[in-house]
């Protein structure tokens, strides 16, 4: 039976890429998307095109019955052996005095709630203690949590830091059940979610002198999803630049 790799938010940026990446190795790719069906029908079409297997699925990753179709619908295609919580969102900039209460929930649902209800999905359908296969999970963090995110997105901060101890946490939790779990923290990537200006402004500031490519995001994604990391558990790979 084919492998099948989810990834979550995958019809842009890093997750599109991760998906793209993850066909060549002979993943069969279920991707979602919230809101963008074109661009990810589009990402379907650039992996058959080239020969790979993929389907797009439409599904909020905050709400339990769109998880739970989700890991259906994948589940159709082979057996599930990965998964990618890419899915998140950063919201626009501003200090944590004036944000709202509604923005701070609408950000720890997506980013906190959507990697702890496809996580937990992929341990009971994963876990060899649950009759299953084992398999890897890659969650995607952020340089965020170190660097504090002040006067912009504190509050994308905290939630991306709830996101590095659930890795670490559930990776002591699992690993005796044929799962392994793991964190790759990006830091400035050339993505929609950093306009020019932002990028223009922060590029000073990273010792590589340059802000990366989702491609080199994927590639460590993919080595972590991969046999060639088959002791590495529980870690956060930061992917920054030096930054």
């Given at each position: 039976m084919d492998k099948v790799l989810i990834v979550t938010g995958g019809s842009r940026g890093i997750g599109a890429a991760v998906a793209r990446g993850a066909a060549a190795p002979g993943w069969t790719v279920v991707l979602s998307y919230r809101t963008r069906a074109e661009r990810a029908e589009a990402v379907v079409r650039d992996i058959t095109t080239a020969g790979g297997h993929a389907v797009a699925v439409q599904?909020?990753?905050?709400?339990?019955?769109?998880?739970a179709r989700l890991f259906d619908t994948a589940a159709r295609h082979g057996r599930i052996a990965g998964l990618v919580n890419n899915a998140g969102i950063n919201g626009d900039p501003v200090r944590m005095a004036d944000l709202a209460p509604a923005d701070f929930s609408a950000m720890f649902a997506t980013n906190v709630t959507g990697v702890f209800l496809c996580a937990a999905e992929a341990v009971r359908r994963m876990s060899t203690a649950r009759g299953g296969a084992g398999g890897a999970?890659?969650?995607?963090?952020?340089?965020a949590?170190?660097?504090g995110a002040a006067g912009e997105r504190v509050h994308y901060a905290a939630s991306k830091a709830a996101v590095v101890a659930?890795?670490?946490?559930l990776a002591l939790e699992v690993a005796r059940e044929g799962i392994r779990v793991n964190c790759v923290s990006p830091g400035l990537f050339a993505t929609e979610m950093n306009p020019p200006e932002r990028v223009a402004r922060l590029t000073?500031?990273?010792?590589?002198?340059?802000?990366?490519a989702p491609d080199e995001l994927a590639n460590v994604v993919l080595f972590l999803l991969s046999d060639a990391a088959s002791y590495v558990l529980g870690a956060e790979v930061t992917v920054s630049g030096g930054r």
């Open positions: 599904a909020d990753v905050a709400r339990e019955d769109d998880v999970i890659v969650n995607i963090g952020s340089v949590v170190r660097l659930m890795t670490h946490g000073p500031a990273i010792p590589i002198g340059r802000v990366g």
